[in-house]
């Protein structure tokens, strides 16, 4: 069981720049809309470990860069463009905690009783992956592993798209080798929402209209 005080999403038009900062500073991510086709995520300035919620809600957006605004309303905090063809995710957060009342929400995960994080999740193995896995050589080829045209190796997904360590109780085969895409991966990040939504069926918060 892992308990993740995670951050709570709202959105604000532009006149409402004040009261975007002060969410963010209380812990929560601002989606704040400087016009009906621009919008900036604020959030807390990242502490740089590889688990950190603010820097993978970008991640999340394709964005693995930020700016620290210098100066007005949101000095100090990080910020990303939002891209167009990601607008709906930044509505679909919002929308989800949209029911919740504070900036930040403490959340109980057990991720034996969900494993969607190792479902339909393609894992590049690093240079770092492949020292580690010489302890059992066989899993870096198939049929567990295999070389993508660009010259990356990455796991083999079953045909229901499940990865193959992935036993039926959702505990890892290999769990003391496991790559580093899966150490790092954030409890409570949006990453992981998204994943026990769309794999599961679990919301916390607003589920979507049907």
Same mark, same amino acid.
């Given at each position: 069981?892992?308990?993740?005080?995670?951050?709570?999403?709202?959105?604000?038009?532009?006149?409402?720049?004040? =009261?975007?900062?002060?969410?963010?500073?209380?812990?929560?991510?601002?989606?704040? /809309?400087?016009?009906?086709?621009?919008?900036?995520?604020?959030?807390?300035?990242?502490?740089?470990?590889?688990?950190?919620?603010?820097? /993978?809600?970008?991640?999340?957006?394709?964005?693995?860069?930020?700016?620290?605004?210098?100066?007005?309303?949101?000095?100090?905090?990080?910020?990303?463009?939002?891209?167009?063809?990601?607008? /709906?995710?930044?509505?679909?957060?919002?929308?989800?905690?949209?029911?919740?009342?504070?900036?930040?929400?403490?959340?109980?995960?057990?991720?034996?009783?969900?494993?969607?994080?190792?479902?339909?999740?393609?894992?590049?193995?690093?240079?770092?992956?492949?020292?580690?896995?010489?302890?059992?050589? =066989?899993?870096?080829?198939?049929?567990?592993?295999?070389?993508?045209?660009?010259?990356?190796?990455?796991?083999?997904?079953?045909?229901?798209?499940?990865?193959?360590?992935?036993?039926?109780?959702?505990?890892?085969?290999?769990?003391?080798?496991?790559?580093?895409?899966?150490?790092?991966?954030?409890?409570?990040?949006?990453?992981?929402?998204?994943?026990?939504?769309?794999?599961?069926?679990?919301?916390?918060?607003?589920?979507?209209?049907?």
């Amino acid at each position: 069981m892992a308990r993740v005080m995670r951050p709570v999403v709202r959105s604000f038009a532009a006149r409402f720049a004040r =009261e975007a900062a002060a969410w963010v500073h209380q812990g929560g991510h601002a989606i704040y /809309w400087a016009s009906k086709t621009r919008a900036q995520l604020i959030v807390p300035r990242p502490a740089g470990t590889p688990t950190d919620l603010h820097f /993978w809600s970008m991640l999340d957006l394709g964005k693995n860069r930020y700016q620290i605004v210098s100066r007005g309303s949101f000095r100090g905090f990080a910020s990303v463009l939002v891209p167009h063809t990601s607008h /709906w995710i930044v509505k679909r957060r919002a929308e989800r905690d949209s029911v919740l009342p504070g900036p930040t929400r403490r959340v109980d995960f057990d991720c034996l009783t969900c494993g969607s994080c190792c479902r339909a999740n393609e894992v590049v193995l690093e240079p770092d992956d492949l020292v580690r896995l010489r302890a059992r050589p =066989e899993l870096v080829k198939r049929p567990f592993a295999k070389r993508r045209a660009d010259g990356k190796v990455v796991l083999v997904l079953l045909r229901n798209k499940d990865c193959k360590h992935l036993g039926h109780d959702n505990r890892c085969g290999i769990y003391e080798l496991r790559p580093n895409a899966c150490r790092s991966f954030p409890v409570g990040s949006e990453c992981c929402l998204f994943a026990r939504e769309d794999e599961m069926g679990l919301y916390d918060g607003l589920a979507p209209d049907a």
